[in-house]
């Protein structure tokens, strides 16, 4: 059974830093892995997806790296702003029956 | 193009009670997911249909959960009984390629 960890649980910055936020999980056949954003009582909004045979993402200030043997992917976001604090979620499909397996998040808040 | 609609957004109900959600993917998608969210936790799959068809369940609580996808476009989701811990917002969302697309949510209080 797959299981996918976060850590931290929530994490605060100071705007204008570089931040990494991680995601590990325990079985290494996966089919893709994808990160998301989730605002206070709003729906998951995707960010990036990545695909197994993929080690990296990017999309604007975004990228996110997989390294499957180790069971880890990061997500690394480039000179933070307030408007990205957020709850940051990572999922894991083990197929491309889509069926994906969420860690619980780090929380993160940027500082003005 | 639309995004994921769910009805209704907020419901208070007593235990044991019943309730029921609905969500309209985004049009020509197949792939349709019910989830649970718990606060904190990440979102749990409870059912996820192909067309009309259902491709897992293997997590709904079947003695007090149900769902139909009729027609292959709009779903519902129904509880009956309520319990305490029933209290989640649960998520609709459909899949277009590899991208799942979520709606806002149904956040419902058991008491």
């Known amino acids: 059974k797959q299981e996918v960890t976060q850590i931290p649980a929530a994490l605060s910055v100071p705007e204008g830093e570089n931040l990494v936020l991680n995601c590990s999980f325990t079985?290494?056949?996966?089919?893709?892995l994808q990160w998301f954003r989730q605002d206070p009582g709003k729906g998951l909004t995707s960010l990036l997806l990545i695909q197994s045979s993929q080690r990296e993402q990017t999309s604007g200030r975004l990228n996110a790296s997989l390294d499957k043997s180790s069971g880890r992917s990061t997500l690394y976001i480039a000179a933070s702003q307030p408007g990205d604090s957020a709850t940051y979620l990572c999922a894991v499909a083990s197929t491309n029956a889509g069926k994906s397996t969420f860690g619980d998040g780090t929380t993160l808040t940027v500082k003005p | 193009e639309a995004g994921v609609a769910q009805s209704p957004r907020y419901k208070i109900i007593e235990k044991r009670q019943s309730v029921a959600f609905w969500c309209n993917p985004i049009s020509g998608h197949a792939t349709l997911y019910w989830y649970q969210q718990i606060l904190g936790q990440g979102p749990k799959l409870l059912i996820q249909f192909q067309n009309n068809g259902v491709v897992d369940d293997s997590q709904l609580p079947k003695d007090r959960f149900s769902a139909e996808r009729l027609k292959g476009v709009d779903s519902t989701l129904k509880i009956q009984p309520a319990k305490l811990e029933d209290s989640a917002v649960y998520l609709c969302?459909?899949?277009?390629?590899?991208?799942?697309?979520f709606g806002p949510g149904t956040r419902l209080l058991v008491l």
């Open positions: 969302a459909s899949r277009s390629g590899e991208t799942q697309y």
């Open positions: 079985d290494s056949a996966i089919y893709n």
